[in-house]
């Protein structure tokens, strides 16, 4: 090979494995917009995710909130001494009170014969005596303002200060049938001995609102109760 030719060469190869300035400055711009481009999809990703997580934390609070209202609304009325009338002590549109007879800690008698009595016997905890003023005899569900934020409560005795039970609630609405017409009753119900099933329709929304739309998602839960001792 002649030394021209060598010569020839070298300067093509020389040439072929540099970047211009321009190509160099096109490359970086097109690699900032991937980059740009693959954060603005795992920002909206993750918001994404935000919202869904805080849409199951709403659904999972409001389902336990129902749980535990219904199971407790079932016994509304419990009352086998039958010494007193118990039942739904007041219907509201957003709040309900209701009475039961469930346990008996505080008579000093040994109501059971088996040598404890009250507390100190873990049965004899559960005997009813005919009253509702034992703790968790005077039940009241509703909704109350805490720090700002729409609380749902649950106050165990007359006049107690509601404890909470589900947070970033919207609202509750309790209505009330005497029969099974579908029809409710008017709401404050003038005459509670007549309620036999309790419809509740519980809001809550997402503590975080969606940063798309700057608005919280909300979901609703409905449930209706037949105290077995309201029939
Ligand atoms: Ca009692
Ligand atoms: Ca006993
Ligand atoms: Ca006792």
Redesign the pocket.
């Known amino acids: 090979m002649s030394r021209k030719h060598l010569e020839e060469k070298r300067k093509c190869k020389a040439g072929s494995g540099g970047f211009t300035l321009v190509e160099t400055l096109v490359a970086l711009c097109l690699g900032v917009l991937v980059v740009a481009g693959l954060a603005s999809f795992f920002r909206a990703q993750g918001g994404a995710l935000k919202i869904q997580e805080g849409i199951v934390e709403i659904r999972q609070n409001l389902r336990a909130a129902m749980a535990a209202m219904t199971g407790e609304l079932r016994m509304a009325g419990f009352n086998p001494l039958r010494r007193m009338p118990l039942g739904i002590s007041a219907a509201g549109g957003d709040a309900i009170t209701f009475r039961l007879d469930r346990r008996?800690?505080?008579?000093?008698?040994?109501?059971d014969g088996n040598g404890l009595?009250?507390n100190s016997?873990p049965g004899?905890?559960h005997?009813p005596?005919g009253t509702s003023e034992d703790p968790n005899e005077c039940i009241t569900y509703r909704l109350y303002k805490r720090g700002g934020e729409t609380v749902l409560g649950r106050s165990s005795t007359r006049n107690g200060f509601p404890q909470p039970l589900a947070e970033c609630v919207e609202s509750i609405r309790f209505s009330y049938y005497g029969d099974t017409s579908g029809i409710p009753l008017a709401v404050p119900v003038a005459d509670p001995g007549k309620i036999r099933s309790i419809g509740i329709v519980l809001t809550g929304r997402t503590a975080k609102p969606d940063p798309v739309t700057g608005e919280h998602r909300t979901f609703t839960l409905a449930s209706r109760v037949s105290p077995w001792n309201l029939q």
């Open positions: 008996s800690d505080r008579d000093g008698i040994d109501n009595r009250d016997d004899e905890k005997i005596n």
